[in-house]
């Protein structure tokens, strides 16, 4: 059969061939769809911890919260560098993790274990804060929470006012001496005809010391010195005791630059310094 098959083709004409050709297409006309291939899919960086808010106004709750949150990696809170000691007492502000999270988990292995204590002791000394999706939890110390609403922080910003009950318990300094007021001058008395009258006496003048010392304000404040409190009076700093709301230890005295504590200077008073 397949002589007889050779033969009829060797007898055929180019026409011919060419419609049987037809219908064994050669690899050339072959069309092959080309494969797609997918790209793999690109892994989220890690959000970097942001920056304690400023500008004008008391920041607000959201301003502590992540603005964006990176998924692909670890995405617990966590609190590192995010203290703000500018509130009394000082707040935190929430940061992502951004470990390498665990085969089919949205954490790394690190949180996850902390995770599970937290789920067997749910207290802040198993160190686990949740996740950036999820409310913080009412204990966490930041604004918004239970705890917030507990202890009603108040921002101070760089320097305020000490309050009234901190002003109270500071070390007291001595009054200065108000100045005399000056005698009226004396009426002139009349003199006889033949005499010229008499002039009116000058008065004394008010000693210039008692006027400078009139004009002095004694100033009592709270700053923050190296991320710390203290009460600042007449250049003498005193530790700040935050639950009595009054002045603690002598620490020092200001320096000159006004941010930073001599440690080695002696306590002095208004007087003293006048000195």
């Given at each position: 059969m397949i002589v007889s098959l050779i033969a009829a083709?060797?007898?055929?004409?180019?026409?011919?061939?060419?419609?049987?050709?037809?219908?064994?297409?050669?690899?050339?006309s072959v069309m092959v769809a080309p494969a797609i291939v997918s790209a793999p899919p690109k892994k989220s960086k890690p959000a970097?911890?942001?920056?304690?808010?400023?500008?004008?106004?008391?920041?607000?709750?959201?301003?502590?919260?992540?603005?964006?949150v990176a998924h692909g990696v670890c995405i617990s809170r966590r609190f590192n560098g995010g203290e703000d000691r500018r509130?009394?007492?000082f707040v935190y502000r929430e940061s992502q993790c951004g470990n390498a999270v665990?085969?089919?988990?949205?954490?790394?292995?690190?949180?996850?274990?902390?995770?599970?204590?937290?789920?067997?002791?749910?207290?802040?000394?198993?160190?686990?804060?949740?996740?950036?999706?999820?409310?913080?939890?009412?204990?966490?110390?930041?604004l918004g929470?239970?705890?917030?609403?507990?202890?009603?922080?108040?921002?101070?910003?760089?320097?305020v006012p000490v309050s009234a009950r901190a002003a109270a318990a500071a070390p007291k300094a001595k009054a200065a001496p108000k100045a005399a007021s000056p005698p009226p001058p004396p009426a002139a008395k009349a003199a006889p005809k033949a005499?010229?009258?008499?002039?009116?006496?000058?008065?004394?003048?008010?000693?210039?010391a008692a006027a400078e010392d009139e004009a002095e304000e004694v100033s009592a404040c709270l700053k923050l010195i190296d991320g710390n409190i203290y009460i600042v009076k007449d250049g003498n700093v005193y530790e700040y005791d935050e639950m009595a709301e009054k002045a603690g230890d002598f620490a020092g005295r200001l320096n000159p630059d006004g941010e930073s504590i001599d440690t080695e200077a002696e306590e002095k008073s208004a007087s003293e310094e006048d000195d």
């Amino acid at each position: 059969m397949i002589v007889s098959l050779i033969a009829a083709l060797a007898r055929a004409t180019p026409e011919q061939l060419a419609a049987i050709q037809a219908f064994f297409p050669n690899e050339e006309s072959v069309m092959v769809a080309p494969a797609i291939v997918s790209a793999p899919p690109k892994k989220s960086k890690p959000a970097k911890p942001a920056v304690l808010p400023v500008g004008e106004g008391i920041p607000t709750a959201a301003d502590y919260r992540v603005d964006e949150v990176a998924h692909g990696v670890c995405i617990s809170r966590r609190f590192n560098g995010g203290e703000d000691r500018r509130w009394k007492p000082f707040v935190y502000r929430e940061s992502q993790c951004g470990n390498a999270v665990m085969k089919g988990s949205d954490i790394c292995a690190k949180c996850a274990a902390k995770e599970e204590k937290y789920a067997g002791d749910p207290s802040p000394k198993c160190d686990w804060l949740g996740r950036l999706t999820e409310e913080p939890f009412g204990w966490s110390r930041m604004l918004g929470t239970t705890w917030a609403l507990n202890k009603q922080p108040v921002f101070l910003g760089e320097a305020v006012p000490v309050s009234a009950r901190a002003a109270a318990a500071a070390p007291k300094a001595k009054a200065a001496p108000k100045a005399a007021s000056p005698p009226p001058p004396p009426a002139a008395k009349a003199a006889p005809k033949a005499k010229a009258p008499l002039k009116a006496a000058s008065p004394p003048p008010p000693p210039a010391a008692a006027a400078e010392d009139e004009a002095e304000e004694v100033s009592a404040c709270l700053k923050l010195i190296d991320g710390n409190i203290y009460i600042v009076k007449d250049g003498n700093v005193y530790e700040y005791d935050e639950m009595a709301e009054k002045a603690g230890d002598f620490a020092g005295r200001l320096n000159p630059d006004g941010e930073s504590i001599d440690t080695e200077a002696e306590e002095k008073s208004a007087s003293e310094e006048d000195d």
